[in-house]
């Protein structure tokens, strides 16, 4: 039951909300090697809201 509350939460949010990057700052894809991999960089987005 989690799982699917997680993918109905998520799915929200990205229904709901209009996301986008920081004014001024490109998308890093560098990673990170480690036990897991992770971005070198952090992502930053602005969630603005949607009008329906």
């Known amino acids: 039951m989690g ?7 998520l799915a ?3 229904y709901h ?3 986008s990057l920081d004014p ?3 998308l890093d894809m560098d990673e990170i ?5 992770m971005k070198q960089q952090p992502l930053v987005l602005i969630p603005k809201l949607r009008k329906l």
Do not use: D, K, N, Y
């Open 17 to 19: 909300f209009e996301w």
């Open 3 to 9: 799982v699917r509350l997680l993918q109905l939460a």
């Open 24 to 26: 001024g700052q490109e």
């Open 12 to 14: 929200s949010l990205v």
């Open 33 to 37: 090697f480690g036990i897991t991999l």
